[in-house]
């Protein structure tokens, strides 16, 4: 079974930095590797719904981008380690969320798969982002 592991959210002031991972594992009796993955970050502030923040297809490094955090976030994969990267910069308080990572062995970045998230396979738990003014 694929897991999905989020790591590095935290507290930061506005205009802080932090950097989240999504460790991925499970794959050794599947059919697909870690490169055959479209892997995306979602987040969901309280009382909001989910919405997409960025996406990679780990074969390619295409990346998608919604327009709120583009600028100011860059994802990037490591095949060595299974691991997507969400670099976030210049934060702001309206970014405070639990940030979530999703993937899909068949999956795009696009459509039902990101911004939307409803065909992604595999969830983490997720890990709280707050950003303070």
């Known amino acids: 079974e694929v897991q999905l592991v989020e790591s590095g959210g935290g507290s930061v002031q506005a205009g802080g930095s932090l950097k989240l991972a999504c460790a991925v594992s499970g794959f050794t009796f599947g059919r697909f590797t870690f490169d055959d993955y479209a892997i995306g970050w979602f987040r969901q502030a309280p009382g909001k719904e989910r919405e997409g923040v960025s996406c990679?297809?780990?074969?390619?490094?295409?990346?998608s981008y919604t327009d709120s955090v583009k600028g100011r976030f860059t994802i990037s994969s490591d095949s060595a380690k299974n691991t997507v990267y969400l670099q976030m910069n210049n934060l702001k308080p309206e970014d405070t969320a639990v940030y979530y990572c999703?993937?899909?062995?068949?999956?795009?970045?696009?459509?039902?798969?990101?911004?939307?998230?409803?065909?992604?396979?595999?969830w983490g738990k997720g890990t709280l982002v707050t950003v303070s003014s």
């Open positions: 999703a993937a899909d062995p068949l999956g795009y970045c696009t459509g039902s798969y990101f911004p939307n998230g409803y065909a992604m396979d595999y």
């Open positions: 990679i297809m780990v074969s390619d490094g295409s990346t």
